[in-house]
């Protein structure tokens, strides 16, 4: 006697399982900030940053946090951090003034380490390669896009010749929307990624046109992730996503895939279910995305995403030295991905 089997029967088991068993689980905040700045050191460090001035350090997986306000920045909005454990932390403030402050003490008191009061003064992102040296990046001033490095921990930082800046395009800039727009390529190099009228990457020397939407102020790469297995020097696996954030529905030129280092890109078979403003590796073929409509997650290098919640978020961080992967955005949203 033949058996006849409901066809969802047969999509079940042609999904793979890991998009089955992963799901987003809500944690407990304890603030309504809206939040940019994500620094997951490990599988119980966390610290997170956002606008009113404020920063966050959890030191059990997120379970429990300690919000602190900076003083004298109360109306900062410190969309980028980086921390290397649970004592030390940098955070970035984006607008004139620009600021970069430290904190050596788990974040009772704070330095700062960097100012720039130019009018238009913008800064975006930055990146470490260790605990000493690291770079910041910021909108153009003077059609000039801005960098600046440091060699000593974050404690002092110091801009480039002014012949080294890279030149930008009129209506070109960078989005200061998950403080991803740069990564690491090895341990000396670094790219990033622009947008507005033009979306491009920056390789040293190198500038590569990305296939993304582009041509309007809100359009263009948000965030772009670097595999990197140490065997590569630089890495060759990159994922960009963006889109148009005026327009977060649109599935359209929101992300694209290369695996040589930019010279060829691929479009996904299955995109991301709208404009995303971070990405991250989870491993080498599994990637994460979100965005304000939802977060997608990849089996296969982001060739093919499924949504796997609505719920919007504006990063998405994988541990340093560890497995677990957090995300945070808008009212003081946290969640953890289980995977």
Request: a positive charge; charged letters at 20%.
């Amino acid at each position: 006697m033949r058996v006849m089997l409901p066809a969802i029967f047969f999509i079940f088991c042609m999904t793979p399982s890991f998009l089955i068993a992963q799901h987003v689980e809500m944690l407990q905040s304890g603030t309504t900030i809206s939040i940019r700045g994500l620094s997951v050191v490990n599988d119980k460090v966390i610290w997170a940053s956002g606008t009113n001035g404020t920063v966050g350090r959890s030191a059990d997986s997120g379970n429990t946090w300690k919000w602190m306000q900076v003083k004298g920045f109360e109306k900062a909005d410190f969309r980028a951090i980086e921390a290397f454990d649970a004592a030390t932390a940098i955070i970035m403030a984006i607008a004139d003034p620009a600021y970069i402050l430290k904190t050596n003490d788990g974040g009772n008191s704070w330095k700062v380490v960097f100012e720039d009061r130019r009018k238009g003064m913008f800064l975006d992102a930055m990146a470490f390669w260790n605990e000493q040296s690291g770079i910041v990046i910021g909108d153009p001033l003077e059609e000039k896009l801005f960098i600046a490095r440091t060699f000593n921990g974050g404690d002092t930082w110091q801009g480039l010749p002014d012949e080294n800046y890279p030149v930008a395009q009129q209506g070109e800039a960078l989005f200061a929307a998950s403080g991803t727009n740069i990564r690491l390529l090895s341990k000396q190099e670094a790219c990033f990624v622009t947008g507005g009228s033009v979306s491009r990457l920056f390789i040293r020397n190198r500038i590569i046109n990305l296939p993304v939407a582009q041509g309007k102020a809100t359009t263009g790469a948000n965030s772009i992730a670097v595999y990197n297995n140490q065997k590569q020097k630089p890495a060759k696996y990159m994922v960009v996503v963006g889109g148009d954030f005026s327009a977060d529905t649109v599935t359209a030129q929101n992300c694209a895939v290369s695996k040589d280092g930019g010279n060829t890109w691929q479009t996904p078979e299955i995109s991301p279910g709208g404009y995303r403003s971070c990405v991250e590796f989870i491993t080498k073929k599994r990637l994460i995305t979100c965005g304000t409509t939802g977060i997608d997650v990849s089996d296969n290098g982001g060739m093919r995403w499924k949504l796997i919640s609505s719920e919007g978020f504006h990063v998405c961080r994988k541990a340093k030295n560890g497995k677990m992967v957090f995300l945070a955005g808008k009212e003081g949203r946290i969640a953890k991905l289980v995977w």
